[in-house]
């Protein structure tokens, strides 16, 4: 093997695509993945600023403007965005701030159209 590099520096090279093509499907997989980084928020796992950094941003809230997504999964992130702001300005109120975010997400993602299991997967092999 001529690749003289550790594994922990291939790792670190490595690429994971994510895509989602519809609009109801986009949305489903940013209510998804937003769920996720509240959960890790919750328990402590990462931070409101990795958060935010990382996905609560307004760079999310422009691209979910362009597609014209639903108000209700709109105003979940924008929520969201303000959890750093929470943790910085009243940290006793972060729990129940992110609880209130997990559950905007949870009504937004209730009011998707159900999933069509025939489509295609999120994951995918980097072009």
Do not use: N
């Amino acid at each position: 093997m001529d690749d003289k590099r550790t594994s922990k520096e291939a790792y670190a090279e490595q690429i994971l695509w994510l895509r989602a093509k519809d609009g109801d499907e986009v949305q489903r997989l940013i209510a998804v993945a937003s769920l996720g980084m509240c959960r890790a928020l919750a328990t402590g796992t990462i931070s409101p600023a990795y958060a935010c950094h990382r996905l609560f941003g307004p760079a999310l809230l422009a691209r979910l403007d362009q597609l014209g997504a639903s108000p209700g999964l709109r105003h979940a992130i924008h929520m969201a965005t303000e959890l750093e702001d929470v943790a910085d300005l009243i940290p006793d109120k972060l729990a129940s701030a992110i609880a209130d975010v997990e559950a905007e997400l949870l009504k937004a993602l209730a009011d998707f159209p159900p999933s069509d299991l025939a489509g295609e997967k999120w994951l995918v092999r980097a072009p």
